[in-house]
């Protein structure tokens, strides 16, 4: 079986991302879990890996020598962010809108700006039973992930299967998490929330011409308007997980269920045969 | 006009679904869906009748003149987001490209150009004199945050003088569309899940929404699902000296509700009358001006 790099998505939050992915991932047979939602990580609450390196993630910010600065705005006029501006007989850099272009010190005539580096976050790599976690920690107050989710997936591939948990919402930070991914996974409630969301990450995801089929989770009998919308639209439904008092106790306390019990890691072992299959059509019928 | 802010770093805990209830119960004159990534709360915000369309332009993106570019690659170099593809004539990838404008800085043949770049679309619905601002973003777009201070700038514009207060539904995380949502808010409601990732995930916004100087006061939503975390997180919202605002039950009929297009405060239901005593623990705190809590 070809190793591959699976991202799981959702739209709207909530639906249950972590939760599949850090099953899958169990249930797997040498699998790496990528946490790409930076802002609020919590795939190695389930792991609780034995981290074994930390990294620091940077972005570079420009540094102005005084000495050398004329005032003759430039910089400040070239920079699409207004991170620079001139006041007061001041250059003055709002750190948290620079995106680090490097725009300023290509346009400063006097060579007054120099790039330092600016800590946003970090990037924590460990085991857990085998599986091999990687986690991204956003600096509360930072504005983007991105360099961090970029970090996350320079990772060499050890011929594993890779297993990506993405943020919430279709912006740029599901974008970059999806980049490299050879097939995805929506999950979606069975609510019109969730079908208006997976509406959303549907388009998403024919934009970027990847191969994708829908997981329902947290399904109660009655109306379906996610299961409407893939059948509308032809999406192949992988699974339907019911609503389940003890999956939910045991998630709530980040646990995994395919650890703790066989039943559920056979369910999973399931999907994830059912996933690796719909990947390889889709890769077959790609090519 | 006062403000009060719905968030949750946390996905999925039910900031719509409290916000809808809030805004039927209060009859606010003012609303917004500032989730542009994931909006949803005009599937269930009642009787607001369709207003004016506008698109939203983000910062304009790179644009490579293939008639012109002569593939030296020197933009391709200079770009720090891979924005760049490589080809017999040079591409921009839209998705990628930050609007920076360094390539076209940098090329030589001036074979490059910064092109307004539609990346979504402001709604504003109307009720009366009462008005909901929201919109969707594009798909993979950026700057969200700059579109998320647009949504409440629409709504702040249209808002009748007498307008008390207005209510916000946020987005979940912590980055910049959270961070343009908090950015003027008078009190920030963040509704926590009962769940270790909802622990973890609430003590990130709260260090996030301290930075604003908002008053913050927490709920939890599904409280029955694990009541040894829900206590948890009580105790936590004690010790960081939150204002603790009730507890919500799990309830199949919000499903329900949120299926017909309405909010739990529309239906006799138990999450409808645990969202009413929140949102009445919650009104002075909305509506005076108090000590920072």
């Known amino acids: 079986m070809k190793e591959r790099t699976i991202a799981f998505l959702s739209g709207k939050g909530g639906t249950g991302k972590t939760f599949l992915t850090v099953n899958l991932a169990s249930a797997a047979p040498s699998a790496i879990y990528i946490d790409c939602d930076v802002e609020e990580p919590n795939g190695h609450l389930f792991f609780r890996p034995m981290w074994q390196s930390s990294d620091k993630v940077c972005v570079p910010l420009p540094e102005m020598d005084s000495a050398l600065c004329d005032g003759c705005r430039k910089c400040a006029n070239f920079c699409a962010f207004n991170a620079l501006a001139w006041a007061n007989d001041h250059l003055l850099l709002f750190e948290e809108l620079c995106h680090g272009c490097g725009g300023c010190l290509l346009v400063c005539p006097h060579g007054a700006l120099r790039e330092t580096r600016r800590e946003i976050g970090e990037k924590k790599e460990g085991t857990s039973d085998g599986v091999r976690v990687l986690s991204g920690f956003l600096n509360p107050g930072e504005a983007t992930g991105v360099p961090i989710i970029r970090a996350l997936l320079t990772q060499p591939d050890a011929g594993r299967s890779v297993f990506i948990d993405c943020p919430p919402g279709s912006s740029c930070m599901v974008s970059e998490s999806i980049r490299g991914a050879d097939y995805c996974v929506l999950v979606a409630e069975p609510t019109r929330f969730g079908a208006h969301n997976l509406r959303m990450v549907h388009e998403l995801l024919r934009l970027y011409k990847k191969p994708y089929g829908v997981v329902l989770n947290k399904c109660l009998p009655g109306e379906d308007p996610s299961a409407d919308f893939c059948l509308a639209h032809g999406i192949p439904v992988l699974a339907r997980i019911s609503f389940d008092e003890r999956l939910g106790l045991l998630n709530s306390n980040a646990r995994i269920a395919a650890r703790e019990d066989e039943g559920f890691r056979e369910k999973f072992r399931a999907l994830l045969l059912r996933i690796e299959k719909e990947a390889c059509d889709a890769a077959v019928g790609h090519s | ?293």
């Open chain 2, 1 to 293: 006009m006062r403000q009060l802010v719905i968030l949750s770093g946390k996905g999925g805990t039910g900031k719509t679904t409290v916000a809808s209830a809030f805004i039927r119960l209060s009859q606010t004159q003012a609303c917004a869906d500032c989730d542009v990534d994931a909006p949803n709360l005009h599937l269930v915000n009642g009787p607001y009748s369709f207003g004016d369309s506008e698109p939203y332009y983000a910062l304009p993106l790179a644009e490579i003149n293939p008639a012109r570019c002569t593939a030296c690659g020197q933009c391709q170099l200079a770009c720090r987001f891979d924005a760049i593809l490589p080809g017999d004539a040079y591409r921009v990838d839209g998705h990628s490209c930050e609007g920076c404008g360094v390539c076209a800085l940098v090329c030589p043949v001036d074979a490059i150009h910064m092109k307004p770049h539609h990346a979504g679309d402001m709604t504003l619905y109307t009720n009366g004199d009462a008005v909901f601002s929201s919109a969707e973003l594009k798909m993979g777009s950026g700057t969200s945050g700059l579109l998320v201070s647009q949504v409440k700038k629409r709504m702040n514009a249209a808002a009748k003088e007498n307008a008390a207060f207005s209510i916000v539904d946020g987005s979940p995380g912590i980055g910049c569309p959270v961070i343009a949502t908090l950015s003027g808010a008078d009190v920030t409601l963040i509704v926590a899940e009962p769940s270790l990732s909802g622990m973890s995930d609430l003590a990130r916004i709260v260090k996030t929404a301290r930075g604003f100087g908002t008053r913050i006061a927490v709920c939890v939503n599904k409280a029955d699902i694990n009541p040894e975390i829900t206590l948890e997180i009580q105790v936590y919202c004690e010790q960081e000296g939150l204002l603790f605002a009730g507890l919500i039950p799990y309830d199949s009929l919000a499903q329900k509700a949120v299926n017909l297009g309405l909010s739990i405060a529309d239906i006799p239901c138990p999450s409808g009358e645990a969202a009413a005593r929140v949102y009445r623990k919650l009104l002075p705190l909305i509506t005076q001006e108090g000590p920072l809590i």
